[in-house]
């Protein structure tokens, strides 16, 4: 009974342990097991998929703002992470999509929804947006979350083959999953947003684009996102809690800016 019920607390250890072996560019310590040639191979997959069934925007004029600011914003982070291996080239695509969203996937593709254009108002907010999901592939967060999710998974797994279909095994693995979720992947997720706020505010900065902008970008998200859930249930910060880091971080963003050379995509 003692050993059913702690082999998967030292399996949860040992996930802890090796979280010790890598860091992100910011120097979190961090657990990224799956291999780079196979991420770029998903993000590619993925990034196709969704050619396939989203239409792309014939907009002329969106089209040149967008892949201008991606490519200063690439340059930024070029300038900014100088020991980080990049794609060789980025595909850079705007969507017809209402969402205020972008996204950027492992191997060097970027999406942009058209409807972001409509929140995002001046060329330095786009570059806030672009410049945070760049973050996110340079600090290998969608290898780092894909690893834990399969760690906790085989941790389940293994409850469950041992339990056997005893009602108390069935019960520890459902606490087991409440505190996955609430405990590793909720938590996780928001440090990953965090983190690529910070890593992309300097990018972006680096890259010519007024770091102040970013700040009013997220109160255009806020006045335009609608009710938000509690923030210890959602996989993104609140909006107030994600302008104020931003402002905390400011100081050092804005000395950077000064040094650049003005990005020019009006």
């Given at each position: 009974m003692y050993r059913r019920l702690l082999l998967p607390f030292f399996l949860l250890g040992l996930l802890a342990f090796l979280a010790g072996c890598g860091e992100t560019p910011t120097g979190r310590?961090?657990?990224?097991?799956?291999?780079?040639?196979l991420m770029d191979d998903m993000g590619q997959d993925?990034?196709?998929?969704?050619?396939?069934?989203?239409?792309?925007?014939?907009?002329?004029?969106?089209?040149?703002?967008?892949?201008?600011?991606?490519?200063?914003?690439?340059?930024?982070?070029?300038?900014?992470?100088?020991?980080?291996?990049?794609?060789?080239?980025?595909?850079?695509?705007?969507?017809?999509d209402p969402s205020p969203n972008a996204f950027a996937l492992p191997g060097g593709h970027i999406g942009v929804h058209s409807g972001l254009l409509q929140v995002a108002e001046t060329p330095a907010q786009l570059a806030a947006v672009v410049g945070h999901e760049v973050a996110h592939v340079l600090a290998d967060h969608g290898n780092e979350r894909l690893t834990q999710q399969l760690g906790i998974k085989a941790v389940l797994l293994v409850v469950g083959l041992l339990g056997e279909g005893d009602f108390?095994?069935?019960?520890?693995?459902?606490?087991?999953?409440?505190?996955?979720?609430?405990?590793?992947?909720?938590?996780?997720?928001?440090?990953?947003?965090?983190?690529?706020?910070?890593?992309?505010?300097?990018?972006m900065a680096r890259a010519g684009f007024d770091p102040q902008q970013s700040v009013a970008l997220w109160q255009n998200m806020a006045a335009n996102g609608g009710d938000q859930p509690p923030e210890f249930l959602s996989t993104h910060p609140a909006h107030e809690t994600r302008i104020r880091g931003l402002e905390q971080a400011l100081e050092d963003a804005t000395a950077i800016?000064?040094?650049?050379?003005?990005?020019?995509?009006?």
């Open positions: 310590s961090q657990v990224a097991l799956v291999p780079n040639p993925a990034f196709n998929q969704l050619r396939e069934r989203q239409p792309v925007s014939g907009n002329a004029q969106a089209n040149r703002l967008v892949q201008c600011v991606a490519e200063h914003v690439i340059a930024g982070a070029e300038a900014s992470y100088l020991g980080l291996d990049f794609p060789k080239r980025w595909d850079v695509v705007v969507f017809e108390g095994s069935q019960q520890l693995m459902q606490a087991l999953g409440i505190g996955a979720q609430l405990g590793i992947r909720l938590p996780f997720s928001r440090a990953h947003e965090e983190e690529a706020d910070l890593m992309g505010l300097e990018i800016y000064r040094s650049a050379t003005p990005a020019d995509c009006s």
